[in-house]
């Protein structure tokens, strides 16, 4: 957290009894007074690095100001710790003078020279500005065992109270773990401690080792002296590249009780909670940096590299030896490792192309040992074999840097026979299917061959075709009506079928007869003549045609309408018939063809005159 | 009458309707070959010169789903997302089902300037409309002529053939193809006579003032509308168009700004 932040925290404000108890009637008489504005620094302007110092702010005349005093960035040489308030009254020649002093605690971090610039504080509507302040930062650190130095700001010396940092080693490859241990010495009664700035360890992975929450706390001999010391953290750092680095310091806070005279007699019994003579007061400390050499690593490492100093060894199993194809197993690769154990990678899987592999999980464990890391990562993977065989998970292989023989060495595991059975059922699937990505947007492609090309759509009732295609079957389905009632005549209506049939009948006999014309027979042809007539009669008049007398015929004819000269025609031809067929004397040819035409004559005009 | 005689008459009827059918189609084949140049103008990527084929045989008098398609696809090539659009849009019109164009027209709305957010329609309307122009019309118009014929093919079967099973097919066939006459029929008479289909266009010119009235007014102007927007024709005189947006905003616009799908 930044100092400004900080800086905003509502601070408690502490008041004196004095004031709390002022009457009233005061209040006039201090709003009248003359507000006066200054900074000043304690306990000097020189100051230890890593050692406290408070910019005070004092404001006469008010008891309080309209807002937060604004401060000036320090964050460029010290750290912010905290703040408090106070007020004060006193009483002179019947003058009363409040003030409100605020004390910003710092700790100095950086040798040098600095200017503190003014602070900004509002009073009764105005603002005031204090003079720049100048602060020294005196390379004074606090030399571990030394008997005596200058006074802190709670009046205590570096000596008395400091902070150790202590790496296991001084020297290492990349990748090969040590240890900071960060213990603090005290001659004082410390009564707790805050961490107030955690070094920055650029170029390093920082491996926590457990929050230190109830520090072991004992007495040891130091130079002579007696000291009580206290393990407050414990970090492991692996080195992420080569070259020379510095680890900055780590900043604490203390409260230490102290007398608050400097008489001898208090000191003694300042101690005592039972004479009430001590007081708390912040002190601030910073450790000593470090510098660590890191060494690259030698070239001609093995792949794939674990990334681990130090010691490895790899075991893999499976929780079975047979099983049916599309059923799991578990491969569990275990790697023991003293090194850095978090940065060992996924072993990298060699299987059979059928096998579906799921992403594994991951169980790490890691503890300090010795100057540096031990602990082991376990790797557990769901193998979905999906063909059946005899199958080898092959050897997983990983290098490591043993650094007690300064060599590389690799690690592998044993090869693992699996039997998997059950049936062929379906094609081995791709592993790890991913979706197609789009990699970039454009139309589709035209539309090749010969376009299906139409005439341009016209409006369809106007079209000739349509409309034939609508009305044709009209009229033809009129005339299957016809056609059906014509067909049905023909079965129930023997009349009408006869008569349907005689011209067909009589036509095919006076064919039959034409045949006969050149015969030499001629009785033949007029017999067959004779029978085309009648027939053809008959079956018009629907009447038997045995025994059909002329005489007969001529009344039916009469009766039905026919003219009396398209009868005698007809009847005519029938009696020379009759004639001929009993005469003696054949017919010449001419004249047979001259009758056959004459009788056909005559049934077509008994044919017209029937209808 | 014997049965042979019966069947020479269906036979006779059948092929009768079969030429009536037959002497729709006209030979294309130079059309064919102006389209077909087109493609290879495209795949060589000359997309000028495609246009140009294209647009040849559409002045030809012919037209296909196709034709519009490539159309659209050569004008987008040359950089005309109003009249690529519209194209496809006319591909739509003759085949609904025309997926590539409808990928096609859905890439190059994107692309168009003009974000608008149609009106919810009646869902009624939206499902006579969806129905109307679900089949091609080419297909609508086999469908019903088969429908046509099934029904005149089963009336005659009931009239002309004796035997009951015949006669029940022929009823079959009339029934079948009554429903498809007076379902099909009355959705190729409402594509037809556009009955709820507005005229539509697009517009082609990169952007173009729309006004409140017929009048070349600036003052007159209530929004602008940019190349590729698709815009229903309420009416229009011989030189503006009254256009209203999917979203329902009003106005007119000069004819000669966009093209009629």
Known sequence: MSALVRFRRVVPVALFALALTSAPALVAQLVAQNVGVRAYLTPGTTVGVGRQFVLNLEVTGVRRVDRDPVLPDLAAFAQYLGSGTSTSMEMAGGQTTVALTVQYRFQALVEGTFQIEPLQVAVGGQTYNTEVLPLTVASAPPAPGAANGSTDAGGIAPADLFVEAEASRTTVLVGEPLTIEYRIWTRLDVTSFSLTSEPEREGFWVEGLGQITQPQVEQRLRNGQQYTTALIQRVALIPTGAGQRTIEPLGIEAQVRVSRSNDPLDRLFGRSPLFGRATVVPAAVLSNSLSIQVDALPAGRPEPFSGVVGALALTAEVDRDELDANDAVTLTIRVSAQGNVRAIPEPVLDLPRDFEVFPPEIVESVEPSGDGLSGSKVFEYVLIPRTPGERMIPSVSMGYFDAASGSYGTARTDEIPLLVTGEINEPPVSLQRVGVAQLREDIRFIRLGDGALRPVESFLFQGAAFWTLLLLPMPAVLGALGLRRHWDRLEGDVAYARGRRAGRVAKKRLATAQGLVREGDSRAFFAEVANALRGFVADRLNVAEAGMQIGELRVSLAGRGVSTESASDFLACLEQCDRQRFAPAGAEIEERIQFLERAGAAMTMLDGALR | ?261
């Open chain 2, 1 to 261: 009458m014997s049965g042979s005689s019966r069947r020479r008459w269906l036979v006779a009827a059948f092929i009768g309707a079969c030429v009536v059918l037959g002497s729709t189609a006209a030979p294309v084949s130079a059309q064919q070959e102006i389209f077909e140049q087109g493609n290879q103008f495209y795949q060589a990527e000359d997309y000028a010169a495609a246009v140009e084929a294209y647009e040849a045989v559409r002045a030809g008098g012919f037209e296909s789903p196709d034709l519009h398609y490539n159309l659209g696809n050569a004008h987008f090539k040359t950089g005309q997302l109003g009249r690529s659009i519209l194209s496809w849009e006319r591909t739509l019109r003759l085949d609904s089902g025309h997926e590539d164009a409808a990928a096609n027209l859905e890439l190059a709305v994107r692309l168009s300037a003009d974000d608008i957010e149609p009106l919810p329609r009646f869902w009624l309307l939206s499902a006579i409309s969806w129905w109307v122009t679900l089949v091609p019309r080419s297909a609508l118009l086999v469908v019903v002529a088969l429908g046509w014929l099934a029904f005149t093919c089963g009336a005659f079967a009931r009239i002309l053939l004796r035997a009951e099973r015949s006669r029940r097919l022929g009823g079959w066939g009339m029934t079948a193809g009554a429903v498809t006459l007076v379902l099909l029929g009355s959705t190729l008479a409402l594509r037809e006579f556009e009955v709820g289909q507005a005229e539509r266009g697009v517009i082609l010119v990169e952007a173009v003032l729309v006004r409140s009235a017929p009048a070349d007014d600036d003052g007159l102007t209530v929004f602008e509308v940019h190349e590729g927007t698709r815009v229903r024709i309420d009416q229009r005189t011989e030189q503006w168009a009254e256009i209203v947006l999917d979203d329902g905003k009003v106005g007119w616009v000069p004819v000669g700004v966009m093209g009629v799908i």
